[in-house]
């Protein structure tokens, strides 16, 4: 089911010293000392929701459903090993929606409504 391609959940992180110039960077969430990466599954954007994103002058790129997991709206998301991934270091993405469901079978699943980012951002290995 979600073998669509892997999605790392990142935050943004001032990685600067004290006193330099802002150096923002994605910075992979960890557990127990492993990235937080998971298989995803590409889903259909229905047209209420792209009528909605237009409404408050938004944009959805992309949406994945993964199994149940930690991620709040305003964090990042990098997808790669996808068909039309098109940077090598993996698509850099706002999350700009979670919702929590149960699937068809009663399994805990996470949607996340994506915004492709324009400048991408340096990430954090």
């Known amino acids: 089911m979600m073998d669509a391609g892997i999605v790392t959940v990142c935050t943004l992180e001032d990685t600067a010293e004290p006193g330099n110039m802002p150096k923002p960077k994605l910075v992979p969430l960890v557990y127990e000392d492993e990235e937080l990466s998971w298989g995803f599954e590409e889903r259909t954007v229905g047209l209420n929701r792209q009528y909605q994103a237009k409404g408050v002058s938004e944009r959805v790129d992309m949406l994945i459903r993964i199994w149940r997991a930690p ?7 990098v997808l790669t090993d996808y068909e039309g991934q098109e940077n090598p270091e993996g698509d850099q993405y706002r999350i700009d929606n979670v919702q929590q469901i149960l699937d068809a079978n009663g399994l805990k699943v996470t949607d996340l409504t994506l915004y492709r980012l324009e400048e991408l951002y340096e990430v954090d290995k």
């Open 71 to 77: 991620v709040r709206i305003g964090m990042y998301a």
